[in-house]
């Protein structure tokens, strides 16, 4: 394969500034993908432009919420820009603090795995689901948010720690409070860059096999994906 012709200064000028004419900055990765892989830089935004930028099925009030809480729980501050997005489109510093305790949260539910497994039998009424949907529901008791911002925000967090209890659970919590599938669908695609893009496709397994065993009552479309067989891991 014949290697690729040096560009010229000018040529990789020319890059960095059409995307600082895009984005109004250069972040380090955008840089280096001009320079050396422009070819990358062109699939990266446009697949981050589909992704955060385009309008799908979530307002833009409740999508930068979830953003708040994924960034909270991967502890990733360089996109600062989904703050400014939040507040343009109505958040509130409330909202936003709940956001960042959700983003917290998932620990609980790792204790709620230990305490069944190794305290459940002192405690006769030990129920790891309702206990940790009443830790949930205290943290979100002073700060009224509507339950779908909760079980997505949860979703797409759970997601990115692979905590899979925790995302069957919010899973199910979305189909019981009608949370249509595709908006839960893009909610948890949020999570793909920041949280991994491994993580996101476990995530989909987790979905799909919950799908597959009944779990949730999923529409056509989606049981038509379940239905299908992939590649089996070894």
Sequence with gaps: MTPAAEPSIAEIEARLQAVIAKRGWLLPHHGLLAVALPDLLAGYDAAYTALALTPHYLDERTKEFIWLAILTA????IA????????KAGGSDAEAEL??????FL????ATRFGGEHWARYFANYDRAGAYRRALK???????????????????TAACKRDWWTL???IKG??????????????????????????FVDACEVWRDMIRRGEVPASAGYRAWASIEGPKRT
């Design 74 to 77: 991967v502890e990733e501050a």
């Design 80 to 87: 600062v820009h989904h703050v400014t997005k939040f507040q």
């Design 99 to 104: 956001a960042i305790r959700l983003g917290g």
């Design 107 to 110: 620990g609980v539910g790792g």
């Design 138 to 156: 205290a943290i979100c008791s002073d700060i009224p948010v509507p339950p779908k911002w909760v079980e997505l925000a949860m979703a797409s």
């Design 168 to 170: 069957a659970e919010h």
């Design 174 to 199: 979305a189909y019981a409070i009608g949370i249509p599938e595709n908006e839960l669908a893009e909610g948890i695609s949020y999570m793909m860059f920041p949280g991994s893009i491994p993580n």
